[in-house]
Antibody, heavy 119, light 106 residues
Framework: QVQLVQSGAEVKKPGASVKISCKASGYTFSTYAFHWVRQAPGQRLEWMGWINADNGITKTSQNFQGRVTITRDKSASTTYMELRSLRSEDRGVYYC????????????WGQGTLVTVSS | EIVLTQSPDFQSVTLKEKVTITCRASQNIGTSLHWYQQRPDQSPKLLIKYVSQSFSGVPSRFSGSGSGTDFTLTINSLEAEDVATYFCHQSTSLPSFGQGTKLEIK
């Protein structure tokens, strides 16, 4: 079955970077795209960006002012999201999600990775 | 940026009640509207894609309707396992999500 397994919780200091991984299994990795979504405490889900797992083309949200980089490693069936220059307001749970076949809905989600930013 | 506004934010419901959640888009999004369920301490799960298409394995009591800017998620005969927060999501070139509707049992 389709599984997206994310890396574990992170605690970072302000100004640092975090890189979260999302390993896919149960299907052909390069057939689908991935989105990254943030859920900050008490806030709505926030779209961060997406990547075409086949060709690596990405698009990221302007709301993160160029602090986000999304990559993938086809050989490892893994996508990564790096967020730089962390601030306290970047605290939250970060999810990867797979885009469905011939679809733009998010049909499978990772378990989420909690990022805490604290001095 | 397209803003999705859900109503209500919170609803206290009884078992077997029919529940209706609405999602209004700030501009026309056609049928690029999807619904998700997020149970406490879990990841979101896809329920309905493209307004009214049920995702595989989703119980038939969940249905969706609408087009353009106004959309509805309906849960017929609420069950205890439906206690969750429900989100709408629009998938145009810049995706966005509604603020969520939290359901609890009275």
């Amino acid at each position: 079955q389709v599984q997206l397994v994310q890396s574990g919780a992170e605690v970072k200091k302000p100004g640092a970077s975090v890189k979260i991984s999302c390993k896919a299994s149960g299907y052909t990795f390069s057939t689908y795209a991935f989105h990254w979504v943030r859920q900050a405490p008490g806030q709505r889900l926030e779209w961060m960006g997406w990547i075409n797992a086949d060709n690596g083309i990405t698009k990221t949200s302007q709301n993160f002012q160029g602090r986000v980089t999304i990559t993938r490693d086809k050989s490892a069936s893994t996508t990564y999201m790096e967020l730089r220059s962390l601030r306290s307001e970047d605290r939250g749970v970060y999810y990867c999600a797979r885009v469905g076949v011939s679809s733009s809905s998010l049909d499978h989600w990772g378990q989420g990775t909690l990022v805490t930013v604290s001095s | 940026e397209i803003v999705l506004t859900q109503s209500p934010d919170f609803q206290s419901v009884t078992l077997k009640e029919k529940v209706t959640i609405t999602c209004r888009a700030s501009q026309n999004i056609g049928t690029s509207l999807h619904w998700y369920q997020q149970r406490p301490d879990q990841s979101p799960k896809l329920l309905i894609k493209y307004v009214s298409q049920s995702f595989s394995g989703v119980p038939s009591r969940f249905s969706g309707s609408g087009s353009g800017t106004d959309f509805t998620l309906t849960i017929n005969s609420l069950e205890a396992e439906d206690v969750a927060t429900y989100f709408c999501h629009q998938s145009t070139s810049l995706p966005s999500f509604g603020q969520g509707t939290k359901l609890e049992i009275k």
